[in-house]
């Protein structure tokens, strides 16, 4: 399982420390999702879509509506919907870290990738499944990541992999 701990550690750029400090149940209630999803009896995209609710009205409630946090350097930020399925992408990645590599689940994921454009899904593919595909594919994958995703949400690993 993952732990809520990591869930948190994972949402600190979007949400800041000072509010992930008070929402354990909504880091442990993310977990259980992934923890109980079952690719044989619901899509990546419901799960992701899930992992948004139950951010977005974390958020929602604890603001009273108002959408404004503030972030550890002190800057009070409005999220926009659009944030809340970032966020839910970027906890997509550690359930994708965590199935078992074989070509069922490649499939899976390439199909998500390609109806979506998830960046944890192109990064799964091209940092897990590199022993499942061509280097031609893996290139290609590089190429696609760079072109159609900000260098600031690839930086910390695309950059690594050079």
């Not at 992930?20 to 999702?33: D, F, I, N, R, V």
């Not at 079952?38 to 419901?46: A, D, M, N, V």
């Not at 603001?63 to 350097?73: K, P, S, Y």
């Amino acid at each position: 399982m993952i732990a809520p701990e990591l869930v948190a550690q994972t949402l600190v750029p979007w949400l800041g420390s000072a509010f992930l400090s008070g929402q354990e149940p909504m880091c442990a209630q993310a977990a259980w999702l992934m923890y109980t999803w079952q690719p044989q009896r619901e899509s990546l995209t419901h799960l992701v879509q899930r992992l948004d609710n139950l951010l977005f009205m974390a958020v929602r409630g604890h603001t009273q509506g108002r959408m404004a946090l503030e972030m550890d350097n002190g800057q009070l930020i409005r999220l926009r919907t659009g944030d809340f399925a970032m966020m839910a992408d970027e906890l997509l990645y550690l359930q994708l870290e965590k199935m078992e590599r074989n070509s069922y689940h490649q499939a899976i994921i390439r199909e998500y990738a390609m109806r979506s454009g998830s960046l944890s899904a192109l990064r799964a593919l091209y940092l897990l499944y590199r022993d499942l595909q061509t280097p031609e594919e893996t290139d290609t994958l590089r190429r696609v990541i760079a072109a159609c995703h900000e260098p600031w949400r690839t930086r910390q690993w695309l950059e690594a992999e050079e």
